[in-house]
T-cell receptor, first 113, second 114 residues
Framework: DQQVKQNSPSLSVQEGRISILNCDYT??????FLWYKKYPAEGPTFLIS?????DKNEDGRFTVFLNKSAKHLSLHIVPSQPGDSAVYFC????????????FGQGTRLTINP | EPEVTQTPSHQVTQMGQEVILRCVPI?????FYWYRQILGQKVEFLVS????????KSEIFDDQFSVERPDGSNFTLKIRSTKLEDSAMYFC????????????FGSGTQLSVL
C-alpha cells in the first residue's frame, strides 16, 4: 500500500533555517491531509492539517502547502528549533466516509545546533 | 489537554498466547481506532469502532483480532493467539467524530511476541 509516500527517510537542518518535508499521494479520493510528529516511545501528535479545498494552511512556525494537481504536499518549519527533531508523518483521509488515516513512512528530522 | 491513555506500555508474551491491550479514549470522543507500527515501518490502520461496532477494518485485522468497549470508558484490542509477526507498537486513537477532526493518539503499547 503506497498511497502516501515520504521519499526522504531523513533530513538534517541547521537550527534557525527552514525545514521542508515532502509527501506525495496517489489516491485522488483523499481530501484531508495531516502532519503528525512523533518522538521515540510516544504516540504521534497532531501538528497541522489542510483540506483539499485549500492550498495553504499556517499555524505559527508551521505551514502546510497542498498542490492537488501534483498530488503533493509539504510541511515547512521556520525557523527550525532543536525541539523539532522528531519523526514526521504525513497522513491522508479519503472522502468516502472512512475515518481511517493512511500514513506515509515518515521522515526523521534532525535539527543541528 | 485531555489525552488517550494506554496500558501496559510494554507487553511480552509467548507465541500462541492471548493478549489484551487496553486503552482509555478521550471521554467525549465517539470514534475509536487501533493502529500499529512494526519497527522501521509505517503506521498502519487496523480497525475503527463507532456506536459499539466495527465501522472499518484492514486486511491485517483477521479473525485473531477483536475489539471491545466493555464499559463505556475502556477500549480493548484482543489478539487470541499471538504470532511472531504481531510484534509491534500498538496505538489507540480517538476522535470526536465529525469526520474532519484530528485523531488523538495514545503513547502506545510495545508488544513483543517471543
Amino acid at each position: 500500500d503506497q498511497q502516501v509516500k515520504q521519499n526522504s527517510p531523513s533530513l538534517s537542518v541547521q537550527e534557525g533555517r527552514i525545514s521542508i518535508l515532502n509527501c506525495d499521494y496517489t489516491n485522488s479520493m483523499f481530501d484531508y491531509f495531516l502532519w503528525y510528529k512523533k518522538y521515540p516511545a510516544e504516540g504521534p501528535t497532531f501538528l497541522i492539517s489542510i483540506s483539499s479545498i485549500k492550498d495553504k494552511n499556517e499555524d505559527g512556525r508551521f505551514t502546510v502547502f497542498l498542490n492537488k494537481s501534483a498530488k503533493h504536499l509539504s510541511l515547512h518549519i521556520v525557523p527550525s528549533q532543536p525541539g523539532d527533531s522528531a519523526v514526521y508523518f504525513c497522513a491522508a483521509r479519503n472522502n468516502q466516509g472512512a475515518q481511517k488515516l493512511v500514513f506515509g513512512q515518515g521522515t526523521r528530522l534532525t535539527i543541528n545546533p | 489537554e485531555p489525552e488517550v491513555t494506554q496500558t501496559p506500555s510494554h507487553q511480552v508474551t509467548q507465541m500462541g498466547q492471548e493478549v489484551i491491550l487496553r486503552c482509555v479514549p478521550i471521554s467525549n470522543h465517539l470514534y475509536f481506532y487501533w493502529y500499529r507500527q512494526i519497527l522501521g515501518q509505517k503506521v498502519e490502520f487496523l480497525v475503527s469502532f463507532y456506536n459499539n461496532e466495527i465501522s472499518e477494518k484492514s486486511e491485517i485485522f483477521d479473525d485473531q483480532f477483536s475489539v471491545e468497549r466493555p464499559d463505556g470508558s475502556n477500549f480493548t484490542l484482543k489478539i487470541r493467539s499471538t504470532k511472531l509477526e504481531d510484534s509491534a507498537m500498538y496505538f489507540c486513537a480517538s476522535t470526536s467524530g465529525t469526520g474532519r477532526e484530528k485523531l488523538f493518539f495514545g503513547s502506545g503499547t510495545q508488544l513483543s511476541v517471543l
